[in-house]
């Protein structure tokens, strides 16, 4: 949270107002503005919440009114100053309101932006700081310095609406050095940023460094030239006469079902949605036209606007797949938040070598926490229990009825996942043993653990597997359509209390990920770079696995049972089950005509009111629903 102070004019530095971007400590207002002050060079670099205080005055040039707009809108940034006259550096040491101690970083600032003006350097004394403020001012009279702690970083970004680049070093991204990434995106959070907009006329460069324990410093933010590649308002693959429009609810599976069976002519409407949201990608993969802004006019021809659209490096994802399958890391450090955002904006990564491989190794490491997310549940039934007792941590003479003995770690999630990150092929192996856990009712009581939710999970997680194995076999558009397709399956499909991934993502990184947020994804880029930099002996050959057990057929109790059916349209029928004594029903629909089964049902209506509307249906005579066709008895889990 940042504040603004109003203070009295120094004659050694124009600033009238300080920006105190204040810690999380509850004291912290309790200071004097003189004691906040003390603090701008000595705020400790290692604190993610240190309280700085950062004087506010008129800049002249863009780089710094840049960074004072970065520091307004809680980005963080470096404490700094602004320095415009060589010779108020030495009354501002002298008056206490400037101290050096250790390392700075003065940064050049030209009115103009332009290359090459005067290299930024490492300062350590006033004399320096006053040196380069007469270097910048000889060459540009309206110029400035910048003066902040020096940063020891190993890597710097610089972000643009349309891709990130990541380098080596503070100046890796910017400076053309070799050993760069460069990360196509599909969408950021920059466009979307009003404040950027007012500083910006033509596109928004943002750019920061990583400092060698981890934390991010937000160090500019400048206009530059368009970087073509970004999708904004809609993607168009072929020219579409529009027929219908289809727009999505909260429920992605079902939205992924009616893409899948979509129709030429079928156009999506995502109002404020991007091309990283869950539902533009099923519509990216199934070639179906998306619009992002203005609802679509049934009867218009939408123009193809991706014939220049440059093609998936399925190499690359094959490359990011076993080196993710193979990775070593740490859970506890936002390891699969990073996932999450490789896998959004997969199908712009994927035009790149390094972002291909990226989406490979996001949408494996999602994989592995799938995988022990659905073993690490099993823990709550003894089954569970002597499942990973004996398949997870070898232990041979476990005894479940002697808790004294028990080893701890069988009923420890923490501890079951770090086994199974150690190695991927334990966990897979074991998914069908899973799916029989789940599938038996006598392993599961309240319904707050396991159970057929649970083994929904292990099924996703299944076929997100088989599918990578078949994309590794054959990498082509249709195996990747499947396995892009499968991945986002697994991030929403949801166990008893939430989604499957909720047990090692949190909500806000979902939405974090889904709106392309600045912060998190300059996170998840410094995150990408170290997986493509990582090295791992360790090679997987996985073969597919055997299909999961059946799923039992839904338990129904027949005894005291009133069938009622109606015509939905011209081929598909609803079918309502009550039982006696029971408040709900069970309600089906199947494919077919009343036409069909007429004689199966009597001639009296039974009315539902829906809403202020009565809906009327006919009832299956008495004791005759066995004579309904096999296929309709089979989906209404009668057969």
């Not at 603004?4 to 120094?10: G, Q, S």
């Not at 679509?296 to 021809?301: K, M, R, V, W």
């Not at 974090?512 to 998190?520: F, G, L, N, S």
Request: hydrophobic share 40%; with cysteine.
């Amino acid at each position: 949270m940042s504040k603004i102070v109003d203070v009295k004019k120094y004659d050694y530095y124009p600033s009238t107002q300080y920006l105190v971007q204040l810690s999380q400590a509850p004291d912290v207002m309790k200071k004097t503005l003189s004691q906040l002050i003390s603090q701008l060079e000595t705020s400790s670099l290692n604190k993610a919440h240190s309280t700085k205080v950062i004087p506010i005055m008129k800049t002249r040039t863009q780089k710094a009114g840049g960074l004072l707009a970065l520091a307004k809108q809680d980005f963080n940034t470096p404490s700094f100053t602004v320095w415009q006259d060589p010779n108020s550096v030495f009354d501002a040491i002298n008056n206490g309101f400037l101290k050096l101690n250790g390392i700075y970083f003065a940064r050049p600032c030209p009115k103009r932006p332009r290359h090459g003006f005067l290299e930024s350097r490492r300062i350590t004394s006033p004399e320096q700081l006053s040196e380069i403020v007469r270097e910048t001012l000889k060459l540009d009279p309206e110029g400035e310095v910048i003066l902040m702690p020096y940063i020891d970083s190993d890597q710097s970004a610089v972000c643009t609406p349309t891709q990130i680049t990541i380098g080596l070093g503070h100046d890796g991204a910017t400076g053309g050095k070799s050993g760069a990434f460069v990360f196509p995106l599909g969408h950021t959070s920059l466009v979307d940023e009003i404040w950027a907009k007012e500083l910006i006329t033509d596109t928004v460069y943002m750019e920061s460094v990583k400092a060698k324990n981890d934390q991010i410093f937000f160090v500019q933010l400048r206009d530059g030239p368009t970087v073509a590649g970004g999708i904004t308002d809609s993607w168009i693959p072929a020219d579409t006469l529009v027929t219908r429009v289809l727009t999505p609810t909260d429920d992605m599976l079902e939205w992924e079902k009616l893409i899948n069976a979509a129709q030429p002519g079928d156009v999506a409407h995502i109002p404020g949605g991007s091309m990283v949201c869950h539902a533009a990608v099923h519509c990216v993969l199934n070639k179906v036209p998306v619009i992002f802004t203005s609802t679509p006019t049934l009867g218009d021809t939408l123009k193809c606007n991706t014939q220049d659209q440059p093609k998936i490096l399925y190499d690359g994802i094959v490359d990011g797949l076993t080196r993710g399958l193979a990775m070593q890391f740490d859970v506890k450090h936002g390891v699969f938040d990073a996932s999450l955002f490789g896998i959004h904006q997969a199908l712009s990564l994927a035009t790149s070598f390094d972002g291909a491989r990226a989406v490979g190794t996001s949408i494996a490491t999602i994989l592995r926490a799938a995988v022990a997310c659905c073993i690490g549940e099993t823990r709550y039934c003894s089954a569970g229990r002597r499942m990973i007792a004996g398949e997870v941590f070898a232990i041979d003479d476990h005894d479940e009825d002697d808790e004294a003995s028990e080893d701890s770690r069988i009923r420890s999630r923490s501890k079951i996942y770090v086994e199974l990150f150690t190695d991927y092929s334990i966990g897979r192996n074991l998914l069908g043993s899973c799916a029989k856990i789940y599938y038996d009712d006598l392993n599961w009581g309240s319904g707050a653990y396991g159970g057929m939710k649970w083994a929904d999970c292990v099924a996703a997680t299944h076929n997100l597997d088989t599918l990578m194995i078949k994309f590794i076999t054959d990498p082509s558009e249709g195996t990747f359509k499947k396995l892009l397709g499968a991945a986002h399956t697994l991030i929403n499909v949801c166990h008893n209390g939430g989604p499957l991934l909720s047990k090692v993502i949190s909500n806000a990184q979902f939405e974090e990920a889904a709106r392309a947020t600045i912060v998190p994804l300059h996170y998840a880029a410094y995150r990408m770079t170290k997986w493509l930099r990582s090295q791992d002996a360790r090679q997987y050959v996985l073969v597919e696995l055997p299909a999961l057990p059946e799923k039992p057929k839904p338990k129904i109790d027949t005894g005291a049972m009133t069938i009622y059916v109606r015509q939905l349209d011209n081929n598909r029928l609803r079918f309502q089950l009550k039982r006696a004594g029971v408040p709900s029903y069970i309600e089906r629909d199947v494919t077919g005509s009343l036409k069909d089964i007429q004689h199966l049902l009597t001639n009296s209506m039974y009315k539902s009111m829906h809403s202020d509307s009565i809906i009327q249906y006919h009832r299956v005579k008495a004791g005759q629903w066995k004579q309904l066709p096999e296929a309709y008895l089979a989906i209404l889990g009668l057969n």
